[in-house]
């Protein structure tokens, strides 16, 4: 009779185990009617934080989007950056150009948008046209002409000083002769040189003023000689002056035109300084050399070909960023933030087997094609590239982007490299990802919090009232119109409502998992189609969780028919002393299930220890052995107070060869604790599930649909006799959306979902006896499980303490007996 | 045709060669011209004596052209770099004579440059000799050489500075004399096979009559030919202003008449040490 009442108490009836969305609560046909949804679902939170990290300009306002994977923050972050870009000016262009004065260290150029290119372009067409008017100059007459004047004027002066010689010579009887290596001077007579014997047959002293003679010639020979390479220099440096002379004069009006043109630009204009400049400087490298025969400048034109490409390619632009086509500020998302594709790079080409790069080489990275606006990066996509994240935190710190590369940096590569010069940053970034790596990173670096200070936090579920309903109705309808699927009637998008509940685990919750949600349109979208249908209904969406289910679920279906087989031993009827049916839950992947397990108490006379063996053998985690504590806890408090706990008591979980972790057992191994004390059956067509603190007090626990249904499987499978149910704790009664099977079977009666606050409940519900409660004394009525546990405790105390004075009075005997042989 | 009867045929070219650039471009141009002729190509080397002789005097030094040293002349040495150039000249000369497929012999000889090119002149038609450049020192030599050419032998000499080519048009210098008929044929020869050949006749004559006629004349023998031929005459002119004229015309090759009033010159001479194209001087 009390057993009944009990059962009537916590039993709970069919329309707590599965909270309905009303389809008649939308006034909608279908989601085709609805409009579409613009706002962020059910996150207020992060909302106002993104609203907040968006308006403030101060320095380290950079965002950091946290949440679980698949709520939308990457989408949420973008929709907010693209309307905010719209109306923010768009950035600037920016180029590379050449330095003429570091060649290492190209020069950047800032431009309005659009102007990269066109300064790209005219240098491109002053190349083209330096090279035509310095090609006329240079071809012109009077370039020739004086160009010739200068050479004629040099050979002149070489010739006259040896005409004049050879006449000197020719007047003192001696002639210069041209020798294989070089001249000589030698007498001459009638045009010959003469012979030695005719020199020897000359008298002595002719012989002699002979010799001065030649000696004289000599020292004036040499003395031309060596006067002819300062002549030479002179000559070249008088043409190299023509050279410059012409070319300033070719190539100034040229780039005056361009001086006017950026006259706004310093920068620009230096640069057109430095061109001209160089431009003549070098000039000589624009000069065909069509004229020479010379068969060494004739080998040399190849190179000297390249010679003057290589000169002219100096002049071009590098445009790294060009804004000539965007509108607003840009918002880039970089999808692989290496290094290199954050702050840019400078590439290589290889030359007869160097490697070479020039300013030409510079690419932009994603913090220049972002800079003026804004960047999303994958905080673990950033954090797992090598040295991507230090590099940005160094951007973000120096407000410059510095393209250093990385090959130099770790001395990989030796070879010619740049410094191109820095850029100013002006960007706002938002880094998304996992909750734990913004706590790690707070925790763990330093800067972190200096340059990520808005944190974006993102919920994982939203209320379901009715009016969240309806909004969760326009983002299905939404999402669907954005997947470009059918629209859902009324009944399926009451049916995704419902589902979102059960996946956030909670009836009055809807995940705002958009990846699920999405997952599950599609699906239902795809069997819709299937059945020929224009519009998803309620059995599609059905159709869909059952596919998924049924892809996921073989662990299940193994571990079923093992129980099923009795390879796993669970009873689902009938009574057994200490051994109760608890429950587990399992996840694969994105897939749970309940899974029933069999846990079992031994008791004998002790020293007040509980032992959980799963723990000796380190298969329990640290919170199921707490539970195991708290039980001993409970015990002594409650049954012990006066007497010493006396017990040695034993847990397990039968057929157990993974490792446990969790609490939510905890209430059952009192219950299979209890039992073993007091030797009161338990009914084995009950499971339980919950766990317990230290006054007795049944707590909630997770996966708590997945638990029942894992138990309402087999028993269903083995045949449902009525008699059986689950013992859930009662603060996770608010959880339950169970499938539609179960809520039917306990309408129908034949299964029992029972919600219990204290373990004194669930104990009386397990054993049919009444749990009893303390007197005034603190003494129990007989009759009741409590009464049952106290007096085998107390009898176990005293066999202890009988046994341990036994103990004591045998071992003074004995000591005596020692002394006596002794 | 009256091609057969025209004077000169060519059919020995005589080339004199030292290991010097402009000899080995003088060299390419003779094969040119081998070619064009179908002629017989003879490649002269003259181990000069005067410079064996130099090495016998004991106070004579070489001055290195570039480094301005001075160094003592010894004879073996002298010897061996006069081999070298010879051996240079003939690779050179055995290298074109394969390429072109002409008929080619080469041949060293000692002895003063002058006789010996005067003596390997006698049986050839065009002697061609290289012309020193005006950064090197001229020495008596090729001066002599030339002019002994013209005054000694009956043929055509050929002074080639920097592997000049013949070039369009011919400049000829036209008179009274016979040379300067012949002149006009070995004109006519050289361009015969070109297409589009010109020619540029500067008529020398005391008077516009005797240009009149010796224009007609002229242009009976260029006539038959497709030739644009331009006309200049010059009447009571100077050698000087010969010159003169010569250096206003556009040109290529330069062809004279080794006549003594011209040739001896001191503005013809001095043109012809400073003008690059080739010069051809008849005698």
């Known amino acids: 009779m009390d057993n009944h009442n009990e059962h009537n108490k916590t039993r709970l009836s069919a329309a707590m185990l599965y909270q309905a969305t009303d389809p008649n609560l939308f006034d909608f046909e279908t989601t085709a009617d609805l409009e579409e949804l613009t706002d962020v679902v059910g996150q207020p939170r992060a909302v106002d934080a993104m609203e907040f990290g968006m308006g403030i300009q101060q320095q380290g306002y950079n965002i950091f989007a946290l949440g679980p994977t698949g709520t939308g923050k990457q989408d949420v972050i973008r929709r907010f950056f693209e309307q905010e870009a719209e109306s923010h000016a768009v950035p600037s262009d920016w180029c590379y150009v050449y330095n003429f004065k570091d060649r290492h260290k190209p020069k950047a150029i800032e431009l309005p948008a659009g102007m990269g290119i066109e300064f790209r372009d005219d240098m491109d067409d002053l190349i083209e046209n330096l090279e035509t008017a310095l090609a006329s100059a240079f071809e012109s007459e009077e370039y020739q002409t004086r160009r010739q004047t200068i050479m004629e004027e040099f050979k002149e002066k070489q010739s006259q000083a040896f005409e004049e010689l050879q006449r000197q010579a020719q007047s003192q009887g001696t002639a210069l002769i041209r020798t294989p290596a070089g001249l000589a001077v030698a007498p001459i007579r009638d045009g010959e040189v003469l012979s030695p014997e005719e020199v020897q047959e000359l008298p002595e002293e002719e012989e002699k003023r002979l010799e001065e003679k030649v000696q004289e010639i000599q020292d004036e020979l040499q003395d031309i000689l060596k006067k002819v390479p300062s002549w030479q220099r002179e000559m070249r440096e008088r043409l190299n002056e023509l050279n410059r002379e012409m070319a300033n004069f070719a190539i100034a009006g040229l780039l005056d035109e361009l001086r006017e043109t950026y006259a706004d630009f310093p920068k620009v204009v230096e640069h057109l300084d430095a061109v001209q400049e160089d431009v003549v400087e070098h000039a000589e490298h624009f000069l065909t050399q069509n004229g020479q025969q010379n068969p060494l400048a004739q080998a040399m034109q190849g190179e000297a070909q390249q010679q003057k490409a290589r000169s002219l390619r100096r002049y071009e632009v590098n445009v790294v960023i060009d804004n000539s086509e965007s509108e607003g500020a840009p918002v880039v998302y970089e999808d692989n933030p290496t290094y290199q594709n954050l702050i840019g790079r400078v590439e290589h080409r290889a030359q007869m087997g160097a490697l070479m790069t020039d300013f030409r080489l510079i690419k932009a990275g994603a913090l220049h094609r972002a800079n003026g606006g804004y960047l999303i990066l994958d905080a673990r996509k950033v954090l797992t590239q090598p040295y991507a994240w230090e590099a940005l935190k160094r951007a973000l710190q120096s407000k410059e982007i510095r393209i250093e590369s990385l090959g130099q940096m770790l001395s990989l590569i030796s070879t010619i490299s740049l410094e191109p010069e820095a850029i100013p940053l002006n960007i706002k970034i938002a880094l998304y990802g996992e909750r734990m790596l913004y706590y790690l990173l707070w925790q763990l670096d330093p800067e972190f919090a200096d340059l990520f200070k808005v944190q974006a936090d993102f919920e994982d579920v939203m209320a379901r009232d009715e009016e969240q309903q309806q909004i969760y109705a326009r983002l299905i309808g939404s999402l669907a119109k954005r997947g470009e699927l059918l629209p859902l009637d009324r009944g399926a998008v009451a049916r995704v409502i419902e589902r979102s509940a059960r996946i956030a685990g909670d009836a009055e919750k809807l995940t705002t998992h958009a990846r699920d949600l999405n997952d599950l349109l599609r699906e239902a979208h795809f069997w819709a189609k299937k059945h020929a249908r224009d519009v998803i209904t309620a059995e599609d969406v059905q159709e869909a969780i059952d596919q998924q289910i049924h892809r996921a679920d073989r662990v299940r279906e193994r571990m079923q028919e093992a129980i099923l087989r009795d390879t796993l031993l669970i009873d689902t009827d009938g009574e057994q002393v200490a051994q109760v049916n608890g429950l587990s839950v399992l996840q694969l992947g994105n897939f749970a299930f309940g899974k029933p397990t069999r846990i079992t108490a031994r008791t004998r006379l002790g020293k007040g220890e509980v032992v959980d063996i799963e723990r000796e053998v380190e298969l329990g985690g640290p919170i199921h052995s707490k539970g195991v504590l708290i039980l001993s806890g409970f015990l002594g408090a409650r049954y012990a107070q006066d007497t010493p706990l006396s017990l040695f008591a034993s847990l397990v979980f039968e057929q157990s060869y993974g490792g446990i972790e969790g609490d939510s057992a905890s209430a059952a191994e009192l219950y299979a604790l209890l039992s073993a004390i007091a030797e009161a059956p338990i009914k084995q067509s009950l499971a339980v599930t919950g766990s317990v603190n230290q006054h007795g007090q049944v707590q909630a626990i997770g996966g708590v649909n997945e638990k029942i249904e894992g138990f309402f499987d087999i028993c269903q499978a083995r045949g449902l006799t009525g008699e059986q149910g689950v013992l859930i704790p009662k603060s996770n009664v608010k959880h339950l959306m169970l499938r539609e099977d179960v809520v039917a079977a306990v309408e129908a009666g034949d299964f029992h979902i029972h919600a219990v606050e204290t373990v004194d409940e669930g104990i009386a519900l397990l054993t049919a006896m009444p749990a009893g409660e303390p007197d005034e004394e603190g003494n129990y009525p007989e009759g009741s499980i409590n009464y049952l546990v106290r007096q085998r405790l107390i009898e176990l105390a005293e066999k202890r303490r009988a046994f341990s004075e036994d103990q004591k009075t045998g071992a003074e005997t004995g000591a005596e007996k020692g002394k006596g042989e002794a | ?283």
């Open chain 2, 1 to 283: 045709m009256n091609h057969e009867k025209r004077e000169p045929k060519i059919q020995r070219i005589l080339v004199a060669l030292d290991a010097s650039p402009h000899s080995l471009a003088a060299l390419r141009t003779a094969g040119e011209l081998a070619q064009h002729f179908d002629a017989d190509l003879l490649g002269l080397f003259v181990e000069d004596l005067n410079l064996l002789r130099l090495a016998g005097l004991p106070f004579i030094r070489e001055i290195g052209i570039f480094s301005a040293q001075r160094r003592r002349l010894d004879g073996a040495a002298i010897e061996r770099q006069i081999r070298v150039q010879a051996r240079r000249a003939e690779q050179s000369f055995t290298v074109l004579v394969e390429r072109t497929e002409i008929r080619g012999q080469f041949r060293v000889a000692r002895g003063p440059v002058t006789t010996e090119v005067i003596a390997a002149a006698s049986d050839a038609d065009i002697v061609i000799v290289g012309k020193r450049g005006l950064t090197q020192p001229r020495g008596p030599r090729l001066g002599s050489t030339v002019r002994a050419l013209i005054e000694e032998t009956g043929g055509i000499t050929m002074i080639l500075q920097n592997g000049a080519t013949l070039g369009f048009p011919l400049v000829v210098v036209y008179d009274e004399t016979p040379l300067a008929e012949k002149a006009l044929n070995v004109a006519v020869e050289l361009i015969a096979r070109e297409e589009n050949g010109a020619l540029t006749l500067l008529i020398v004559a005391p008077d516009k009559e005797t240009c009149q006629r010796l224009q007609e004349k002229a242009g009976t023998i260029t006539s038959n030919l497709p030739l644009t031929v331009r006309y200049r005459q010059l009447s009571k002119s100077t050698a000087k202003k010969v010159a003169d004229r010569i250096q206003m015309e556009e040109r290529g090759a330069l062809i004279l008449p080794g006549n003594p009033p011209l040739l001896e010159d001191k503005a013809v001479l001095s043109l012809l040490t400073k003008i690059e194209a080739p010069v051809l001087i008849v005698s």
